[in-house]
């Protein structure tokens, strides 16, 4: 994975596919989900360069169960004390106990989901020690449901910080802040699009695209208080 310094507090791991983002917090250093499998010596080697151990990492936050998010849990989870967290909805499918739910594909997401998932192994089933539900506090992030890319579905919101972490619930391309591809149910993503446009974000962090800092992290806001939901792979 490629670190990229957002601030001093915040990390982003970008692997392909996926995004993984540390949180340096006063409660501890948190990790907004882990991207695909094999990926625990880069969350290792990017704690080392801030000048921290494994020990240091207390919490796994997951956005959604899909294997480009959650599939280092399981491996990450084993480090001595992590808890791994996750919304009640999507914690069968990170335990591994129930099959996610398939997304239901526009035509235009079935030739992308071919090219960006392909070779992509499934996470291997992870240990779950909290099932959260929306508005719940953790690790000093507030929980906010997103149902509709997964029925588990959520982001997190760090108000210390300033950090709102989206999922794929949004996505960034190309200078745009976009309804995130590959969902259960649409319509239900975008009710929950809408609702990322409350946070007063000094950084949004997506499952995938470039972070917004600052001033540009109106764009969200904008997006999800538009007239209609973007969503260009919705036809």
């Known amino acids: 994975m490629d670190v990229i310094d957002l601030r001093p507090d915040l990390r982003m791991l970008v ?7 540390l949180i340096r917090t006063p409660r501890g250093v948190v990790l907004v989900d882990t991207g695909a499998v094999g990926n625990g010596e880069a969350v290792a080697a990017a704690l080392r360069d801030w000048g921290l151990d494994r020990g240091a990492l207390r919490l796994v936050l997951l956005t959604h169960w899909h294997a480009d998010h959650a599939g280092s849990a399981a491996e990450i989870g084993r480090w001595p004390g992590v808890d791994v967290a996750v919304h ?5 499918a990170v335990r591994g106990t129930e099959a996610g739910l398939p997304p239901v594909f526009t035509p235009a997401e079935e030739v992308l989901h ?9 996470a291997p089933p992870a240990r779950v020690d909290r099932e959260l539900e929306d508005a719940a506090v953790v690790g000093g992030a507030h929980v906010v449901a997103t149902p509709g890319h997964t029925p588990g579905s959520a982001a997190f919101w760090f108000p210390d910080a300033g950090v709102l972490c989206t999922g794929d619930t949004a996505a960034s391309h190309e200078g745009a802040v976009v309804l995130g591809p590959f969902n259960v149910d649409r319509a239900q993503a975008g009710e929950s699009f809408r609702r990322l446009g409350a946070f007063d974000a000094a950084a949004v962090c997506f499952g995938h695209g470039p972070a917004l800092l600052g001033e540009d992290t109106r764009l969200l806001r904008e997006a999800a208080r538009a007239a209609t939901v973007p969503d260009p792979l919705g036809a």
């Open 15 to 21: 692997g392909v596919p996926g995004q993984a983002y």
């Open 88 to 92: 009640r909805a999507d914690a069968p």
């Open 114 to 122: 071919a090219r960006v998932a392909a070779g992509l192994p499934d």
